[in-house]
């Protein structure tokens, strides 16, 4: 069809197992308190509902990171060094990859990772078309289960972990720790780590930010539960959940939330499952840290914190983590 968008064609061979996705979202919606996944919010509406998310007025992360990127670009480059092969975790719409890979010297390759999968091809399609000089090897993977790295044509000279967006904010704090250590395994001795991450500021900042006065943010929540309908054949009443966001100010994290507004029970995939009114799905955390906490997060994984850099209201960081060589 001549107005459907290109697609490369992902790396790897791995399909997703929509029975075991289904089997664990079923064990989320029996817990005490119900949690699902924020994975799950990616399928491709969901990934277009985060890029209008990421435009919002509140939502001042990814602005804020753009301009760190944009001041700091030159000394990142340097840092990083020349024929680096570019893992990035989460990559959606790609767009600071592609600051990124103007400033390196003769990048080797960018392994974009990510699991929502279409959106993945036409990204990846969108950027092979872009940098034609730069082997484009899209994988798509859930990133918090070790996957296989593919192997450039040109070989690198090290690896570079890119991880923008503080997305390892939506990860508590062991599984942060976990996923640290699989980017450090990705990474490789002499390897690096590039990472944006959301500092702690004034709760009402941060609540704005996820409470958007347009709704953004709530489609995106319900969106969820669009997605459990249809792939999973659950039936949700979009209209009798709503959106919730609250910052917890002990665990220092935004708990999203979606509400009964009454008593019900939905259908997912065979199994009744009763809500009471008021009782909510917790559907993400996104934590938020101050340098300290982040440096000791990611030195227990094996990184060195080299350089961090901020913008002018230390909203938000860009970190820079080397992996030492053992000698
Ligand atoms: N890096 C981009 C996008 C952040 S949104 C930015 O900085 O703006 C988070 C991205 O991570 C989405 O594209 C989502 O599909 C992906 N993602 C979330 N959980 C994931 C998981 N477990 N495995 C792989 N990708 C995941
Ligand atoms: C992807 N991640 C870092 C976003 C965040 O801010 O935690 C997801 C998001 N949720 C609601 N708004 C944006």
Redesign the pocket.
């Known amino acids: 069809m001549a107005n459907e968008p290109a697609r490369m064609e992902i790396t790897n061979e791995v399909e997703p197992a929509v029975s075991s996705d289904a089997a664990d979202i079923l064990a989320g919606l029996k817990l005490q308190q119900k949690h699902i ?3 799950y ?2 399928d491709e509406r ?2 277009e509902l ?2 209008q998310i ?1 435009a919002l007025p509140e939502y001042y ?2 602005r804020t ?1 753009l301009g760190i990127m944009q001041v700091h670009l030159p000394e990142m480059a340097r840092l990083i060094g020349p024929r680096v092969s570019v893992i ?10 592609r600051l990124l890979l103007k400033h390196l010297l003769r990048p080797a390759a960018y392994v974009p ?4 999968g279409d ?2 091809q036409s990204m990846a399609a969108q950027l092979a078309a872009d940098f034609p000089n730069i082997e484009i090897l899209p994988i798509y ?5 070790p996957f296989d790295l593919p192997d450039p044509k040109v070989t690198p000279r090290r690896n570079l972990v ?6 390892i904010g ?1 990860f508590t704090t062991p599984e942060a720790q976990s996923l640290l250590r699989v980017m450090r395994q990705e990474a490789q001795e002499g390897g690096a780590l590039l990472i ?1 991450v959301d500092l702690k500021k004034d709760p009402r900042i941060i609540e704005a930010a996820y409470n958007d006065a347009a709704g953004i943010t709530a489609e995106f929540n319900l969106n969820l539960l669009s997605r459990l309908n249809r792939e999973l054949g659950a039936n949700f009443d979009l209209a009798s959940f709503e959106h919730r966001a609250v910052y917890d100010d002990i665990n220092g994290r935004i708990e999203m939330q979606l509400v009964s507004r009454k008593a019900q029970r939905v259908n997912v995939a065979g199994t009744l499952i009763p809500f009471a009114k008021d009782e909510y799905i917790i559907t993400e955390y996104s934590h938020k840290y101050s340098l300290d906490e982040f440096k000791a997060m990611a030195e227990g994984a094996g990184f060195q914190r080299e350089q961090v850099w901020l913008d002018s209201q230390a909203l938000f960081s860009v970190q820079y983590f080397s992996v030492p060589k053992r000698s």
């Open positions: 996944s924020p994975k919010f990616y969901g990934s985060f890029e990421t992360l990814t990171e990035e975790f989460g990559s959606g719409s790609s767009v600071k990859i990772v990510d699991i929502s959106y993945l993977a859930d990133f918090t289960q890119y991880f923008p967006g503080s997305t939506n944006g």
